[in-house]
């Protein structure tokens, strides 16, 4: 079972700031914390991930909260191609375990 | 820029069918994986390899069968197939087995056993 917890929608306005929330209250010291997309039916698409600090790369940053048990993944200025379903991952070696994801709906 | 990439894009079976859904890979990574994603779910993992000639267990791995002859390919087979099986399919590689690198997706097999 994914150790992660996601709400299962989200909306955002275009050109905004997308949000999205993961809990991950159980992760252990060196598990990171990955997120993924999806967009359609297309293979999985990395995009970040992290171990304590926060990160930023080209396509978002990720802020991991002092305890490790929450993240955000945060797209800074959503578009229309970023409507996706997005998955937050704490993988340890092979151990990657997907759950239903974040389907977020980016909107005119 | 090729990646991972997996053939065929679609498949349609008849139940009690074999066949093998292709994996192959251009960036020299070790380690493979083979996952399946029915509908509205996230992927579970059914194999994986981390080097040519080894393979082990993922989570669902009954009724499939892999082999690693060489560090590129990662071929999975379905032996017998059941309407079970009907999924999408995705191949990933990764140059770690560590959790400090992602895997790499490629773009699935969409599989239907009638």
């Known amino acids: 079972d994914a150790k992660t917890t996601q709400p299962p929608s989200m909306d955002c306005a275009e050109g905004r700031a997308a949000n999205l929330p993961c809990n991950h209250s159980?992760?252990?010291?060196?598990?990171?914390v990955y997120w993924y997309r999806q967009i359609h039916s297309q293979g999985p698409q990395y995009i970040i991930h992290?171990?304590?600090n926060n990160e930023t790369n080209e396509m978002a940053s990720l802020i991991i909260t002092e305890d490790r048990k929450s993240s955000t993944l945060i797209l800074p200025h959503a578009t229309l191609r970023d409507t996706a379903v997005y998955y937050c991952i704490v993988r340890n070696n092979n151990d990657m375990r997907f759950g239903a994801g974040t389907r977020l709906t980016v909107k005119p | 820029n090729a990646g991972v990439t997996q053939t065929p894009k679609f498949r349609i079976l008849k139940i009690g069918q074999s066949m093998t859904l292709q994996c192959t890979q251009d960036?020299?990574?070790?380690?493979m994986y083979w996952y399946r994603q029915d509908p509205g779910m996230g992927l579970k993992l059914i194999y994986y390899?981390?080097?040519?000639?080894?393979?082990d267990k993922g989570e669902v791995p009954n009724g499939y069968n892999v082999s690693r002859s060489t560090t590129e390919d990662f071929p999975l087979r379905l032996e017998l197939a059941a309407p079970s099986q009907t999924s999408v399919y995705f191949c990933?590689?990764?140059?770690?087995?560590?959790?400090?690198?992602?895997?790499?997706f490629g773009d699935g097999t969409r599989l239907s056993i009638l």
């Open positions: 992290g171990l304590k």
């Open positions: 990933a590689s990764s140059s770690t087995l560590q959790g400090n690198q992602p895997q790499h």
């Open positions: 960036m020299n990574h070790n380690y």
């Open positions: 159980t992760i252990s010291g060196n598990e990171y």
């Open positions: 390899s981390v080097g040519a000639g080894i393979t």
